[in-house]
């Protein structure tokens, strides 16, 4: 048994690389039966610390994936998200005909290259967080929607102008354009947080592999 952990701890620091410095190591059985190694801590699911590191916390400190190229990829996310205009919310959904806010948010970061987690929860914990008055365009804005709920439970992508695109389940639902301002969302912000920087910021990669 013990050759065959030490096998799988080296495997993991040959696809994790420098990301196992700054970020603990989780393993966990899927549905399948699969085992998967990540530097995420899984959520809603039972798993194992392979490697833990002192200051986990360094993650949040990090964006994940390479730096922007230019403003012209980021307002092309936005230009590729605004296409989503009116696709139906929900809840669990990952598809153009129904999507919830953190599948939305999710795909979308996939045509740019970024992998993000599924849940808004897990998002949360990833990039670099920054205040309201920092926000720029491609940043992610989470709220908590839930009163008896701690966690964020909303998540959308901050498009400029006080704006923000997201997948909603309010007034109809759907992928629609809402003011950070506005009564609602005002009352329920929790933060926001880049997961893709400036060209002279360092990053640190969010992956997983399986077994």
Known sequence: MYPIYCSLVLLMLCFFGPATLCASIYGYVD??????????????????????????ALV????????????????????????????????????????????????????VDVVLPRTAREQYEVG?????????????????????????????????NDQFIHASALHGGGVRIDSLSSDFYSGRFIGASRVRVLPEARTAPVMTVSK
């Open 31 to 56: 549905e399948a039966g699969a085992y998967h190694f990540t530097n995420i801590k899984p959520v809603n699911t039972h798993y194992q610390i392979v490697i833990e590191t002192k200051e986990p």
């Open 60 to 111: 949040q400190a990090q964006a994940i994936g390479r730096p922007w190229l230019n403003d012209e990829e980021r307002f092309g996310l936005i230009k590729r998200a605004k296409a989503l205009l009116g696709v139906p919310y929900k809840l669990g959904g990952n598809s153009l005909s129904g999507i919830d806010c953190s599948a939305f948010v999710k795909r979308m970061f996939s045509s």
């Open 128 to 160: 670099k967080r920054i205040s309201p008055g920092e926000l720029t365009t491609g940043d992610l804005v989470f709220f908590r929607t839930r009163k008896n709920d701690l966690n964020p439970t909303h998540v959308g992508i901050y498009i400029g």
